[in-house]
Each structure stands twice: as structure tokens, then as C-alpha cells.
């Protein structure tokens, strides 16, 4: 301890000398990573060691790596929206959009493009005014900076980005991990990408649907006189969110397009200005997972919500998203998905260059990608790479630093936090606000799927007459759990924003521990609190949690002070802050290598079974559901990759499960022989209790087309929103067997 005080003296003199110090109260994380104290700004879940087809132990947080040379999308479970990634070298960088947190732009470097960690914000403090400070009554919930174009080029990082009413943002920087150079252009560009072109000219492309160019100047704060154009016109077939590269001579333009739902869009030329084709590269990838939520508030019902829509597809396809080439050769296609009430998730997905295309997915399956696949090839420098996640998600309070996840909702006052007056807490002073929604300080992080419970021990001593603090789910509409100090005393509230309940109860505690468990796939949550720390009871009714383009966020963990009577109250205490994830695995059950294992279809609850040398699904009553021809026994074939060996039967003799021809109806069948690929499956967990089985002659899903009374099939392109096309099962292993 003493030679940790030493260093942290050491530090503090490093960042005084070096003018760092931004207030009496608070030190910038990221400065303290410059001056050599990265334990101290983030440290890293332990990495889960390897396996071949097991799932690691349960993770701190969510992890894409399967720790057996795999990766399952989404890679990340928590919100990253209007990614832009490049690769400089051997490193891959990746940014995206905050829109009001601060700081913002997050800097996240990877070797191997599935794990990554955290380097810094390159926008520390975005401040136009009143409403980025919630003062006056203002705000900038669902505006801020958003829509970043990353590049590298003439030695030195750039990050062009926006900001609503303001023009296009610039940070520069010569390393990743800052510190970043601000500017601002002359102008503002809706959705913009850059290009350095190798002739060093560099042009700018942005809009939505209709999508215009200029060339900017060597400074880059401006276009050019005279090279403003219309690149395409409205209805070409382009949307927004635009990603612009230079190709093996060939400008390509990948973009976004709602309508009628979200896919993504690909123009090429071999000019910079055109003619420009156009195609569609990604399309239907869901990931099985449909529309949650909505909300379709009117003025008379402003929180009135549309019921979730199983089957419809919508924006939770892939979309917007770019390109990126490792340094092996290999080309990776990265998009965001509307995840509902969690928010928009980053996702990873092999490539194919077919007729001079660049479509996300494997060749028999264009356009649809897999939710789990092998990892990028990205050589020696990178295969090395150790499951990690680029976040701790808790937080002691104990460093003199917060965890870099925390963002703070809108501008902070930083006259009134510290976590340097009660040593090991947090504490937030209460401000004058009407309600949670205009309450500063607001210290939040991303909410994370596929479920999660944010725990948050309160000490109440410091709370005056008016003050309110707790643990909220940020969202519009909001819900919180917390307490409040009335005339007459201490008092539990707890108040979902949707319904307009409020649930109060008197409260004789000194501190409490509040925590919401959040169900993403039901899209439920559920506050509950404990006076001790080991009890909890559920407070107030579960709060349905919804997406929405309010905030343009998805949900979001807040710990919150402020003072209801007008003027500045006492302080919260925050002791401490946890995330537990049950589900925190791409691969959620182990691969039952060795083990026999039946197969229920998701559509129907049909059981597959060997018939007479067929794969073929029939009703659980059935006598062939009962017995040795529903058992097939798992084996290892690498980086969860599996064969299933049949049992046989009375009417079949064993064998693999092979895909023949062109894998339709009858053409799955089981027998000696076969090939590796006809024989080989990629186990892919769905995440929600069932799996897919990914034949590698073809990339598509085995089928047992629902209700049909036919043979299974291998040619299902992947999983429906509904889950109910008979790609998806249930498996259970076979006791004894």
C-alpha cells in the first residue's frame, strides 16, 4: 500500500506539472492512462480459459469468444451504435455514437477484431450551451454527437462526427489513446464518411437518400469551391449511414436503408464521382430475433406502447455497418442491429466477394450471417488474442478515478461529485430538478443483455428535506428505485415514468442496497431492494422497458441525487456499484461432446429420428421418438464444430448425419461415409435455450420444415424472428446413454 501511495503521489505530480488537473474534485481517467496507471483507470475481467467445444466459466461480463476458436454475435451485449472501424497495421480501432453521454467516442483497439479493449474518448466534454448542461429547463436527449467517420491517414487519427445544430466535429490525434485535438468544420455533414484518396485528395460523402459529395481542403475544416454534387439521387436505392472506401481501384460506398426495412446497400465505380451501381449486400439477418416494445406515444397517451411483434422484421436486421480487410487477407463486414429496448448491438460477419460484391455471409448463403462463426484469421500477431471484454462493468468508487464505462447524462457539474470527500464512495451532491429527467449529474453506463441486475448500495445520512437519489433505468420512458427525504421522514419511492404509479413506503434504514433485475428478451424488469444486503423483496409492479428514438439509446443504468424543493440539497452516498449476468456467454451450455442428445424442433415440437436412413421429424408420441432412433451422439470436430452420429434402430442402421447434392427435402441423410464438410456442423447457440446446426457444404441450417409431414432438409437460409420456420431446436441430453 505504501508503494502504491507513492505512485499515486507520483502520478498526481505527473498531471499538476502537466496541467491535467481539470477541478479540485475530479482528475480525467484518461490522463492518468497517459501518465502510466492503466490498472488504475480499467481493469480487465480475467480471461476465460480455453476449451474445445466447452463453454468457458461464467464471465464478469459479456464475452463474443467461445474461448474454442470461436465468436457468437452480438460482440457486444450492450449498445454501440453507427460503428466506424479501421485497421491500422496489424490493430484494428473501432468508435460510435454516444449522442448526449459525455465523454463520448469511445476509442476500443483489437488484434483479432472479436476482443477488444477500451483506450480512450476522444470527445471529453461536449458544452453548446444551456441545454447540454440540463440548465434552464433544456436538454439534448436524442441529440449530441453521433455518427462518427473513423480514419487514419497523413500520420495521424481522425474522427469526423456530429452534432445536432452544430457543425461536423473533428479529433485529431497521432495515438489512439488520445490525447485528442478538437475542431470544428465550417460545415455540417448529415451522416458523413471521408475517403483519402492515394492521389491526396479527400472527399466527403453524406446524406440520407439522397447522397451528396465535395472534396474537402487540405485542412480539412471545409469543402472545396465548385465540388459540391449530388452523387445520387433521391430513390437510388442508398439511405444513410455511409461507409466510403477505395478498393482494389474501386470506390465502394456501403450504406443503410430503412425502407421498407433495414438493410444495407452497396454502390460501386471505378471513378470517384461515378457512375455508380448499385446492390443490396446484407438483408434479413435478424439473428432471430423480432420487434419488441415500441413506443407510440401521441400527445392524449405520450407513453402508449405497440405490443411486441414476433414476426415482424423491421430495423433488428443488420444494417448499417462498413468493411475491413485483415492483414492476412481475409474481409470482415461489422454492422449495428436494433436490439430493441437494450439498444442498437455491433455485430461481426464473414465476408464474400462474389461478382465483385462484397456481401456479408458465406457462399451458399449470401446476405445472411451466422450467429456464431470461427474467428477472423489475422496471423501471428493477433491469434494470440485472450478473451476479454473492453469494460468492467462494477465499481468500488476506491481509485481516484471512475470506471471508464460511466458516462455522465449530459454535461456534469463537477463542482458537485467527488469521489475524494468520503473515500470509497461516490457522491453526488442534489441539485435543484423537477424530476429525474432534468436532474444533473446523472452518473450512467450502458444497460447490457441478454440479461442483467444492477445492484447499488446507498448511504442515506447526507440526504436533506426535497432530495431524492436511487438506481434508475434511463430510458423514455424512465423508472427508478430509490428514496427521498420528506418532512416526515425517509421514504421508499419507486416510480415507473410509463404508467405514472409512484410506490412510497417509510423507510427507518441507514443505508439500503437497491438493484433491478433486467430480462432483455422479455423486455421486463424488476426493482427490488434490501435493507442488509442479503435480503431482497420485489418494490412496485414489473416496468416494461421499450425502444424508442427519444433518446436515440437504449436502456441505461443511472445512479441519480437531485433536490425537489428549487434549491441545492444535501448528498447521496454511493458505496458501491455491481452487475451480476447470468447469461454472460455466447456459448450459453457446453457443446455435449461425448454425450447423446435428442433434437425438438422450435415450430412444431417435433423430435428428429433416423428413418430408414433419413432425417426426419415426427410427433413426440411417436414410437421413434421413444426409442434409439431419436438419439444421436455428439462428436468433437473443432472449433464447435460437431457431427452427430446416429444410434439407428429398429428400421435404420447408424452412420453420420451427411447433407447431399443440394441439400433439400431427403437429402439429409445418415450412413457411413461422407465427407468432413458433408458431415460437419457449426454449433450455433441462439442464445435463448435453442440451436442451429450450420452445415459447412453449404452454410445453410438443417430444416424440419413444421407441420409438413416431409423429410428434413439442409437449405434454411437461418432463423425467422419467430423462430418457428424449424431451424431452431431444443436439445437434451440422453441420460445413461
Known amino acids: ?87 491500422v497495421g496489424n490493430d484494428f480501432y473501432l468508435t460510435g455514437t454516444t449522442m448526449h453521454a459525455m465523454p463520448g467516442l469511445p476509442v476500443l483497439h483489437s488484434k483479432d477484431l472479436v476482443n477488444w479493449e477500451f483506450l480512450s474518448y476522444a470527445a471529453e466534454k461536449l458544452d453548446f450551451g444551456p441545454a447540454y448542461r440540463l ?38 490525434a497521432t495515438s489512439p489513446a488520445g490525447p485528442w485535438t478538437h475542431t470544428e468544420l465550417k460545415k455540417s455533414f448529415h451522416d458523413l464518411s471521408v475517403l483519402f484518396d492515394d492521389d491526396g485528395k479527400v472527399y466527403v460523402i453524406w446524406g440520407y437518400n439522397e447522397v451528396r459529395m465535395a472534396e474537402l481542403t487540405d485542412d480539412l475544416t471545409d469543402t472545396r469551391p465548385g465540388t459540391e454534387r449530388v452523387l445520387f439521387a433521391k430513390g437510388s436505392g442508398l439511405g444513410e449511414g455511409s461507409h466510403f472506401y477505395k478498393i482494389d481501384g474501386k470506390y465502394v460506398i456501403t450504406s443503410t436503408n430503412y425502407d421498407p426495412v433495414g438493410y444495407m446497400a452497396c454502390a460501386r465505380a471505378s471513378q470517384v464521382g461515378g457512375p455508380y451501381e448499385v446492390a443490396i449486400i446484407s438483408a434479413d439477418e435478424t439473428l432471430g ?47 449495428m442491429m436494433d436490439h430493441n429496448s437494450v439498444g442498437r448491438l455491433l455485430c461481426l460477419s464473414p465476408v464474400t466477394w462474389a461478382s465483385g460484391w462484397p456481401y456479408f455471409g458465406l457462399p ?117 428505485l430509490g428514496v427521498a427525504r ?26 439500503i442496497w437497491l438493484r433491478a433485475h433486467c430480462n432483455f428478451d422479455t423486455e421486463q424488469a424488476q426493482f427490488e431492494l434490501s435493507t442488509d444486503g442479503r435480503g431482497f423483496r420485489p418494490v412496485g409492479e414489473p416496468v416494461t422497458m421499450v425502444f424508442q428514438l427519444r433518446t436515440f439509446q437504449g436502456v441505461r443504468y443511472a445512479l441519480f441525487a437531485y433536490n425537489t424543493l428549487g434549491a441545492a440539497g444535501g448528498y447521496a452516498d454511493f458505496d458501491r456499484f455491481t452487475v451480476d449476468q447470468p447469461r454472460a456467454r455466447g456459448l450459453s451450455r457446453p457443446i455435449p461432446v461425448g454425450q447423446t442428445i435428442r433434437l425438438t424442433s422450435l415450430a412444431d415440437s417435433t423430435v428428429l429420428v433416423n428413418w430408414r436412413g433419413f432425417v426426419r ?12 432412433a431419436s438419439y444421436f451422439r455428439v462428436l468433437d470436430r473443432g472449433r464447435g464444430r460437431v457431427a452427430l452420429e446416429s444410434a439407428g434402430g429398429e428400421e435404420s442402421g447408424g452412420g453420420l448425419v451427411m447433407v447431399q447434392n443440394l441439400a433439400g427435402m431427403g437429402e439429409v441423410r445418415i450412413g457411413p461415409g461422407g465427407s468432413a464438410e458433408a458431415t460437419t456442423f457449426q454449433w450455433e447457440d441462439m442464445l435463448r435455450g435453442d440451436l442451429m446446426l450450420l452445415s459447412l457444404s453449404n452454410h445453410r441450417y438443417l430444416l424440419a420444415p413444421p407441420r409438413a409431414g416431409s423429410l428434413c432438409a439442409a437449405d434454411a437460409p437461418g432463423a425467422s424472428p419467430t423462430r418457428r420456420e424449424g431451424a431452431c431446436f431444443r436439445w437434451q441430453v440422453v441420460t445413461g446413454k
Not at 617 to 628: E, K, R
Open 1 to 87: 500500500m505504501k508503494m502504491l501511495a507513492v505512485f499515486l503521489k507520483a502520478a498526481w505530480a505527473c498531471l499538476s506539472q502537466r496541467g491535467f488537473l481539470l477541478s479540485s474534485r475530479r482528475v480525467s481517467w484518461r490522463f492518468l492512462l497517459l501518465c502510466g496507471l492503466p490498472g488504475l483507470v480499467s481493469a480487465q475481467p480475467r480471461p476465460a480459459p480455453k476449451s474445445t467445444g466447452r463453454a468457458a466459466p461464467p464471465a464478469a461480463t459479456w464475452l463474443a469468444d467461445n474461448g474454442n476458436g470461436t465468436f457468437t454475435n452480438p460482440l457486444f451485449y450492450d449498445e454501440f451504435s453507427d460503428p466506424d472501424l479501421i485497421r
Open 364 to 480: 451458399g448463403n449470401l446476405k445472411r450471417s451466422p450467429q456464431t462463426w470461427v474467428k477472423p484469421n489475422v496471423g501471428p500477431a493477433g491469434a494470440a488474442s485472450p478473451p476479454r471484454a473492453p469494460f468492467q462493468r462494477g465499481d468500488e468508487f476506491g481509485g481516484p478515478v471512475l470506471n471508464p464505462l460511466w458516462q455522465w447524462n449530459h454535461a456534469p457539474d463537477d463542482a458537485h461529485w467527488s469521489l475524494r470527500e468520503r473515500r470509497g464512495y461516490l457522491r453526488l451532491h442534489a441539485q435543484p430538478a423537477a424530476d429525474f429527467w432534468q436532474a444533473r449529474n446523472s452518473l450512467t453506463q450502458r444497460a447490457i443483455g441478454p440479461e442483467s441486475t444492477p445492484t447499488t448500495v446507498l448511504d442515506l445520512a447526507g440526504l436533506r428535506p426535497g432530495d431524492v437519489a436511487g438506481l434508475a433505468l434511463l430510458n423514455y420512458p424512465y423508472a427508478w
Open 289 to 335: 430475433v423480432g420487434k419488441g416494445y415500441q413506443l407510440r406515444g401521441s400527445k392524449d397517451e405520450p407513453f402508449a406502447l405497440a405490443p411486441p411483434s414476433p414476426d415482424y422484421v423491421g430495423a433488428n436486421t443488420l444494417h448499417q455497418g462498413g468493411l475491413v480487410q485483415t492483414p492476412t487477407g481475409e474481409w470482415w463486414g461489422f454492422s
Open 135 to 172: 440548465e434552464e429547463g433544456q436538454n439534448i436527449y436524442g441529440r449530441g454527437i453521433w455518427a462518427p467517420s473513423f480514419r487514419y491517414a497523413r500520420g495521424k487519427y481522425h474522427i469526423f462526427s456530429n452534432v445536432n445544430g452544430q457543425k461536423t466535429q473533428l479529433y485529431t
Open 617 to 628: 421429424p415426427v410427433p413426440q408420441n411417436s414410437p421413434l421418438a421413444q426409442g434409439a
Open 486 to 511: 420528506t418532512a416526515q421522514g425517509l421514504e421508499v419511492q419507486q416510480l415507473d415514468q410509463r404508467t405514472g404509479r409512484t410506490v412510497r413506503e417509510p423507510l427507518t434504514a441507514k443505508q
